[in-house]
């Protein structure tokens, strides 16, 4: 059963530290995108990938947050410096690209800054 | 700026009854209007979806109602069982974007 591999699954690091995120989407998938989930503001999306081309990263804060897919098995979510206020669970979903295609998530990186 | 308004916050029912977790959208351009049930620790998990062409949808014991006129659709889980307890998302997808609502806890008692 083909699933998205998100790693790690749990970080914990002092502010102002650079936080790396790996997602592993399935293979065959064209598309990737990063969620970030919390209990004030729910499922909210920063990052969406088409064929490895960032299309939209809108709902990313652009000066400490950065998106990239080196390449099509592997794709990274970066914050630096780190702060408090980015403690949440991290996910990422891939999928084909159609409006009707599912998105499968993986089971996120639960993020805390301290 | 929530693009679609779900409710209710949280439910309870006994095994065998029927949750129903309503959500109300504005703008007529999604093409796509998907459930998403997420478990603690896991992450969200397609469950089941409908076009706007269509007012309902099942699978299983899960139902989607649909009514485009009054922006609004729902879903219902017949003969709901304790491994049902989860939260659900109801979501609108306009091209690629999925935008999500806030979520229903549902908690089905033995």
């Known amino acids: 059963d083909a699933r998205v591999t998100q790693t790690p699954r749990h970080k914990v690091t002092e502010m102002g530290q650079e936080v790396t995120m790996r997602c592993q989407p399935i293979?065959?998938?064209?598309?990737v995108f990063w969620y970030r989930q919390t209990m004030m503001q729910g499922l909210e999306l920063l990052a969406y990938?088409?064929?490895?081309?960032?299309?939209?990263d809108s709902g990313m804060p652009k000066d400490r947050f950065s998106a990239e897919m080196p390449d099509a098995t592997l794709a990274t979510l970066k914050i630096q410096p780190s702060e408090p206020r980015d403690s949440a669970v991290y996910f990422c979903?891939?999928?084909?690209?159609?409006?009707?295609?599912?998105?499968?998530f993986g089971d996120g990186t639960r993020l805390s800054i301290l | 700026q929530q693009q679609v308004k779900q409710s209710p916050q949280s439910l309870i029912v006994q095994k065998g009854g029927i949750p129903i977790i309503n959500c109300a959208y504005e703008?007529?351009?999604?093409?796509?209007f998907p459930w998403y049930q997420q478990f603690p620790g896991k992450g969200p998990a397609l469950l089941i979806a409908?076009?706007?062409?269509?007012s309902e949808k099942k699978e299983g014991r899960f139902t989607i109602s649909f009514n485009k006129s009054a922006k609004q659709f729902s879903l219902h889980i017949m003969d709901s069982q304790p491994g049902d307890s989860a939260t659900y998302f109801c979501?609108?997808?306009?091209?690629?974007?999925?935008?999500f609502g806030a979520g229903t806890t549902v908690t089905v008692r033995a």
């Open positions: 979903a891939s999928g084909l690209m159609g409006v009707l295609q599912p998105q499968h």
């Open positions: 979501a609108v997808v306009n091209d690629y974007k999925l935008s």
């Open positions: 703008n007529t351009a999604f093409d796509y």
């Open positions: 409908i076009r706007p062409d269509v």
């Open positions: 293979l065959g998938h064209n598309t």
């Open positions: 990938f088409r064929n490895r081309a960032p299309l939209d």
